[in-house]
């Protein structure tokens, strides 16, 4: 004989059997391949949203730019690739001429001198000349300072510079600036104002890139120095450095 306690029945009996096997069917969480396919799924949607808000985020801050900024930035991401695609060009020509001469030893010679050339030019080992333009900084009140002529020589070298010098100084890839009292170095040596840069490249191209609007000219402009550009169709660039011979580095070839 059973004994029920009060309030206790048979439907009582049976909510109760009946959560425990709800409970059991839900707990352990039993995970099929479909469904963890379709979470890994949605995970992989998630993080490429995110990843595209944090892409549209980082671009954001160009749409606050002046519209002189951003014209600079155009105008120098045209003359880069334009450069480029030049440069791919003299490649390609040059494989051509390897591949169609008849005495390809002396094609290659030929080519081995004239980059040979190149590159003296780019270390200032050697003389150049050639189109380009030539600009004069005038600084009564002695206020451009180092920085101001590193931008120049920055803003020449993206708009295609091939051989800079500043009152007889060649510049190269290592040059560096600094202040000194009446005037600035260039690589350790004082040069005085006025500052005259000679530079070989396109000049519709040199010249543009110094007088954009809020760029280089125009910052000197601020500091009450005048400074003038000049284009010309023969520049000379014939102060030189002597070649330095590495300490510890040496050629890899057999």
Known sequence: MSHEE??????????????RRLL?????????????????????????????VRSNSDSSALRG???????????????????????????EEQRRDLETSSNQAEEARRQTLEKERQLGILAGTVAAQGPGITLRVSDPEGLVEADMLLDVIQELRAAG??????????VVADTYFSDV?????????????????????????LEPALKIPGGVIQTMEKEQATATVTRSPKIVVNALRAPNKPDYARSSSS
């Open 6 to 19: 009060p309030g206790e029945g048979p439907t009582q009996v049976v909510q109760d059997t009946g959560r």
């Open 24 to 52: 059991s069917a839900l707990w352990p969480p039993r995970v099929t391949r479909a469904q963890l396919v379709v979470a890994l799924l949605l995970f992989g949607l998630g993080l490429g949203l995110a990843i595209q």
């Open 65 to 91: 730019a002046r519209q002189e900024d951003l014209v600079r930035i155009l105008d120098e991401l045209d003359g880069r690739t334009k450069r480029l695609e030049d440069e791919k060009a003299a490649l």
């Open 161 to 170: 510079a091939e051989a800079i010098q500043v009152n007889q100084e060649r």
């Open 181 to 205: 009292d009446g005037g600035v170095r260039v690589d350790g040596k004082k040069i005085s104002q006025p500052y005259e840069f000679e530079v070989i490249g396109k000049p519709e191209d």
